[in-house]
């Protein structure tokens, strides 16, 4: 059975998936905070409103398949970090890495999202 921050990012992933704006707004709803942030390199996205927006633009691409996990959650007191993949119908697929932190309510207040897999530390050394 999934602790209670497995539980919040999965409904987080799952709204990644949504399709119906109403359904993804209530999964936002029960799974961020109302000021929560989410981060990548290129841009920040603040609250429930824009985060709506944004899981509304990537499910608009009529290339992507699906939005799925690779790893498992893992968590800590008020920490998670996830492994997904973007998988799109042309069978190519964007993989990333989150990281994050919930709040005392039990809502995610920060995702920090990185594209694309890390270099081994033997690939940094021959750069």
Known sequence: ???AIEATVDRYLRAWNERDPAER???IESCFAADGRLVTRRRVVRGRAALAVEMARVSADPRLRCVRRLSA?????ATFR???VAEFHDG????????GEVDAAGKIALVLTFDGPL???SEEAAR
């Open 1 to 3: 059975m999934p602790n």
């Open 25 to 27: 707004e209530k999964l």
């Open 73 to 77: 959650i893992d968590t800590g007191d």
């Open 82 to 84: 996830v492994r997904g």
């Open 92 to 99: 190519t697929s964007a993989e990333s890495f989150d990281a």
């Open 119 to 121: 270099a081994d530390a």
